[in-house]
């Protein structure tokens, strides 16, 4: 990895933002250093704990009993919960057959988000599924989606179409695929990686990205945020992927989206604390009830 530009300059009226948007995942803000060391966890400590699971589902806590509802969902669809965790909650219990994963052990970043392991899923699964700390899906739907995913062959992978429509496209908005839940196989991330098309934002920085007139189409023609990149694997490399709807996902996204009632908790940038505004402005109770989830409580 080689920097085409000065990260200390963009982050120089607030230095520590960086290492938080590093832990985001963003290539204008992480260091080779400290992307060498995350490869490196990868290739050894992810990898050997993750060896003999065929069917890992990244289940991220920034609340444990959140994220405890999450894992016996995951397991109910015959999935092997993998728990990562923010830094600044509490290390997470799991239930039996879950495995717990410190994955910020060697970086040491002050946030960590699953585009972090998200990115290098190549290099130590198999194949990975993966949604947002503030999701929870009904059964019936949940069952059909851990079927699609089991079912992508080596080389696809599947993520919520956020798309633009035609008519926004042609003004040069043309979305993303959304990583509020989706699965990748070992040979799309390995695909994306080697395009430098995958989850971090900015993938016009990607350093396989390497060419003058890609980064400049990239910067033109896709959004600066996550997934992006996974956007322009399949319009400019051909990737295999499977679009997920949103729509039937809403209800159960407990996000400040389209929630008047929604109360930030946490600064709207790289130091937002989603351990905070979760369980400030939703009730774990009765987001199970509502989904019918409440013997998963």
């Known amino acids: 990895m080689t920097d085409t530009f000065n990260r200390d300059d963009w982050y120089k009226h607030d230095p520590d933002q960086r290492r938080y948007a590093a832990g985001n995942g963003s290539w204008l803000a992480i260091t ?3 992307f060498e060391a995350i490869t490196a966890q990868a290739k050894t400590a992810w990898r050997s704990a993750l060896e003999g699971i065929a069917y890992p589902w990244l289940c991220w806590s ?3 009993d959140w994220c405890l509802v999450q894992q016996r969902l995951v397991r109910s669809v015959g999935w092997t919960p993998i728990v990562g965790y923010d830094p600044r909650a509490d290390v997470p219990p799991i239930i039996d057959g879950a495995i717990l994963m410190n994955f910020n052990k060697e970086i040491g970043f002050p946030k960590l988000t699953p585009m972090v392991p ?5 290099l130590f699964a198999p194949r990975l599924a993966f949604w ?5 899906v009904r059964e019936p739907l949940l069952r059909k989606i851990a079927e ?3 079912a992508l062959s080596d080389g696809e992978m599947a993520a919520v179409d956020d798309r633009q429509r035609w ?6 908005n043309r979305g993303r695929y959304w990583e509020l839940l989706g699965c990748t196989t070992r040979g799309a991330s390995q ?4 395009h ?3 989850w971090w934002r900015r993938s016009y920085l990607h350093p396989n990205c390497q060419t003058e007139e890609e980064r400049n189409l990239r910067r033109r023609r896709y959004t600066w945020d996550h997934g992006a990149g996974i956007l322009a694997w399949q319009e400019l490399h051909n990737g295999k992927l499977r679009p997920l709807r949103a729509k039937p996902l809403q209800e159960g996204h407990c996000t400040k989206i389209s929630n008047k009632r929604y109360i930030k908790q946490s600064p709207n940038n790289a130091k937002k604390d989603l351990t905070k505004d979760l369980v400030f402005n939703y009730d774990l109770n009765e987001v199970c009830i509502k989904l019918g989830l409440a013997k998963f409580l």
């Open 191 to 194: 695909s994306n990686f080697a």
């Open 118 to 122: 998200m990115e290098l899923t190549y």
């Open 132 to 136: 947002h700390s503030d999701l929870l």
């Open 196 to 198: 430098g098309c995958g």
């Open 148 to 150: 699609l995913f089991k």
């Open 62 to 64: 920034v609340a444990s």
């Open 32 to 34: 080779p250093e400290e």
């Open 167 to 172: 008519h926004q496209r042609i003004r040069g």
